[in-house]
């Protein structure tokens, strides 16, 4: 593959990830994107990443497919689709632009070798020394903002408040087990109501609101785990679209590589 088209390859397929994707999409890049077999989704409806479950998934009318590796850089050209691979492949698909989307608040394995441009969203990366670009995600004045040097503001804990709720709104695993829901994403739920049983214990509505998502059954949890998203704004669309806050945080990573004169594959008539 010639190393000047603009692969771009995002490292995690949930709704952060997701909503970068979706912006590069729309602007003409290629995009391959990598992720676990069992990945950890609580937004399933908009994580390009559910692909991993069900082969294929839409999101916003662009569809994601779970495919192997040698395909991968294929099917991104084609700019159709965007594949999805498991994240032991991705290395030898040799990408311009190499995104750390699994926002786990650390360092994993990233390093500023890993491609021409690396962007790494939120805390845990230091731009200068482990990546190019940080891109910041914690809600407020500086969302979305392009980091070139030091650090994303540190890890509050703390979700961003909705209507003032913030640590109700995460639902977590009472006990290790599988999640066995007794609600679909989508749903509006009552205060008190059980959302879902982990191994006999119920996972408990704090409040009213409409649960926004909920990990995938198949999935192994343990206790404490994030396992859900009830949003107590109850808007049923806000279910199944890319959220504010990922679409600003794709805007910050679109201007960084456009920055570095990294330039799109405009389609031809």
């Known amino acids: 593959m010639s190393s000047n088209l603009p692969l771009i390859l995002i490292r995690g397929a949930g709704d952060l990830g997701s909503g970068v994707a979706y912006r590069l999409f729309k602007a ?8 676990l077999e069992a990945p950890t989704l609580v937004r399933r409806t908009v994580s390009f990443g559910s692909a991993m479950f069900e082969g294929t998934v839409q999101v916003e009318g662009i569809t994601a497919r779970c495919i192997e590796a040698s395909s991968a850089a294929w099917l991104a050209l084609q700019a159709a689709e965007i594949p999805v691979i498991d994240d032991h492949e991705w290395r030898n698909l040799s990408p311009r632009v190499v995104i750390d989307a699994r926002v786990a608040k650390r360092n994993i394995d990233t390093a500023m070798q890993d491609a021409e441009l690396v962007i790494a969203l939120g805390p845990g990366f230091s731009a200068g020394e482990d990546c190019h670009a940080v891109i910041e995600t914690n809600r407020g004045h500086y969302l979305g903002r392009v980091i070139w040097q030091g650090a994303a503001e540190p890890n509050t804990n703390v979700p961003g408040n909705m209507m003032g709720m913030t640590g109700d709104r995460v639902l977590r695993a009472p006990v290790a087990g599988f999640v066995e829901p007794y ?3 989508g749903d509006e739920i009552e205060a008190g109501a059980t959302i879902a049983i982990v191994n006999g214990h119920p996972v408990i509505a704090a ?12 999935v192994h949890v343990t206790q404490g785990m994030k396992i859900g998203d009830l949003d107590p704004r109850c808007v049923y669309a806000h279910c199944f679209t890319i959220s504010e806050k990922s679409l600003a945080i794709g805007g910050g990573v679109l201007e960084a590589i456009l920055s570095c004169g990294i330039t799109p594959l405009i389609p031809t008539e």
């Open 183 to 185: 609600a679909m994403i």
């Open 207 to 218: 409040f009213t609101g409409r649960l926004r998502g909920l990990i995938h059954p198949s």
């Open 28 to 35: 003409h890049y290629p995009v391959v994107m990598t992720e």
